[in-house]
C-alpha cells in the first residue's frame, strides 16, 4: 500500500511538473544550481542550443506520459489494496 501511495504521489507530481513544463516551455529559464554558480562567478548564463531544446521537449513528452500512467497505477494498486475493486 506504501508503494501504491508513493507511485500515485509521483504521478501527481510528474503532471503538474509536466503542466507547469508545457505552459513555460518557451521560456528562457536555467536551474536554481546553475544560476547559484554563475552568480558566485559573475558569469552570464550560455544560450540554449538546438540539443538543450530537443532534451527540454523530450522530457515534457516523457513526463507527460509517464505522470497519467503512474497515478493512474497507484490509484489502482491504493483501490485493490483496500478492497474497492
Not at 513544463?21 to 552568480?39: C, P, V, Y
Not at 489502482?76 to 489494496?81: A, R, V
Amino acid at each position: 500500500m506504501i508503494f501504491a501511495l508513493g507511485l500515485f504521489l509521483v504521478g501527481l507530481l510528474f503532471c503538474w511538473l509536466a503542466f507547469v513544463g508545457w505552459r513555460n516551455r518557451h521560456a528562457e529559464s536555467i536551474s536554481l544550481l546553475e544560476a547559484g554558480i554563475l552568480k558566485a562567478t559573475g558569469d552570464e548564463p550560455l544560450p540554449l542550443t538546438r540539443f538543450d531544446r530537443w532534451l527540454q521537449t523530450f522530457q515534457l513528452i516523457m513526463i507527460t506520459l509517464f505522470g497519467p500512467s503512474m497515478l493512474f497505477l497507484g490509484g489502482y494498486g491504493f483501490l485493490s489494496e483496500i478492497g474497492a475493486l
